[in-house]
């Protein structure tokens, strides 16, 4: 990431992302509106913060994410991610800032079932033209730093639940992005898996990696620096814990 192109917050910090004045609003086939998801959200996130969004179900943490991620884009308001502006890119434009900026872990892993863990690995880099043996190296690189440079052959229904979220971490990380997102990452694990995955973002966050993930799980927020707790589509609270 270039920090030279990346605007500085008032303390100095570089600043990965910046969301002033979201708004989100749905709306019905006749024009009406059928929700506000979220009603004016402003947000700066620095480079290597590890933050925990945090809210009821329909506080709009899954809307947020959609919009931090490139999934969705705001009614108004603007976002800047990594020092550009991606609130009116066309859907080409933040296809490619997602593939190239963001890296994500999904609760459901979303490994595909027919590639080992390599090759599910070295997808993003494939649609980005890497060439082979390229992909190749950097795959295995990433499936070493998670801990499974020994089950690079290994299909997903030959991984238990743990080994599979780590290959999903593995692929995000694998086209060095400027944050990695992480929806539930621990949500269909039991306790003891989950304290393990917990541990290894907390790692890649001690090597500076910025992490956002969302959640209802209090002893995710735990491990987080900051929990920005939404409700009805504002933020209530932004708390930085002490180490």
């Not at 884009?73 to 997602?98: C, F, H, K, N, Q």
């Not at 390229?134 to 020994?150: I, N, S, W, Y």
């Not at 030959?158 to 694998?174: H, M, N, T």
């Amino acid at each position: 990431m270039d920090l030279s192109a990346v605007p500085l917050s008032p303390n100095g910090q570089p600043s990965v992302a910046e969301l002033r004045a979201v708004h989100r609003t749905y709306f019905k086939p006749d024009g009406s509106v059928l929700v506000d998801a979220l009603g004016g959200i402003d947000l700066r996130i620095e480079v290597g913060e590890y933050i925990a969004v945090m809210g009821a179900s329909g506080s709009g943490k899954s809307t947020l994410m959609n919009i931090l991620g490139c999934l969705d884009r705001p009614t108004a308001g603007s976002y800047r991610l990594d020092g550009g502006d991606v609130s009116s890119m066309s859907d080409d434009e933040l296809s490619r800032i997602r593939r190239e900026k963001i890296g994500f872990v999904f609760q459901a892993y979303n490994l595909i079932s027919e590639l080992n863990a390599l090759e599910n690995v070295e997808v993003p880099l494939f649609y980005q033209g890497v060439p082979r043996i390229a992909r190749h190296r950097r795959a295995v690189a990433k499936l070493e730093q998670v801990g499974l440079g020994d089950r690079l052959s290994h299909r997903p229904s030959e991984l238990s639940g743990g080994e599979q979220q780590r290959v999903a971490i593995a692929r995000a990380l694998v086209n060095n992005p400027a944050v990695i997102m992480a929806d539930e990452p621990t949500g269909n694990l039991d306790s003891k898996t989950g304290q393990t995955i917990l541990d290894l973002l907390s790692n890649l966050h001690s090597q500076g990696m910025t992490i956002i993930v969302v959640t209802h799980d209090e002893r995710i927020a735990e491990h987080c620096q900051r929990i920005v707790l939404l409700r009805d589509g504002r933020i209530e609270s932004d708390t930085v814990r002490r180490p």
